[in-house]
């Protein structure tokens, strides 16, 4: 499966944004799916994942409240709102899949497909 992220962009603390990673090659109804992000000096880190029917989810405390994930199987998409964003948010974002039918929001170890990123800038 293929994955492409985009949506990213520079943007003002406090600005929203939603990001969008659309996949091909592979229908991801049954995979499980998530977001990661990866600041400028530091690792790749999971903030949010979800199971394939898109009921459990899982957020990093650092954007709970802030960043909501959800799927629309049918377009084979999956998306990132992103609200209320901070100077520390920015990263290049990446999406990524299971390799499998996965039931629950998949942890950063249990995403075994990877994406192209798309750069958020949030100034201050």
């Known amino acids: 499966v293929q994955l492409q992220a985009s949506g990213g962009g520079l943007v003002q603390a406090g600005d929203s944004l939603r990001l969008s990673c659309a996949a091909s090659g592979r229908t991801i109804t049954s995979y499980g799916m998530g977001w990661l992000r990866q600041a400028p000096g530091k690792e790749r880190d999971l903030v949010a994942s979800i199971s394939w029917t898109g009921g459990t989810t899982y957020y990093a405390d650092s954007v709970k409240g802030r960043f909501t994930i959800s799927r629309d199987n049918a377009k084979n998409t999956l998306y990132l709102q992103v609200n209320s964003l901070k100077p520390e948010d920015t990263a290049v974002y990446y999406c990524?899949?299971?390799?499998?039918?996965?039931?629950?929001?998949?942890?950063?170890?249990?995403?075994?497909?990877w994406g192209q990123g798309t750069l958020g800038t949030v100034s201050s």
């Open positions: 990524a899949a299971t390799r499998g039918r996965w039931g629950t929001a998949p942890r950063l170890s249990e995403l075994a497909y």
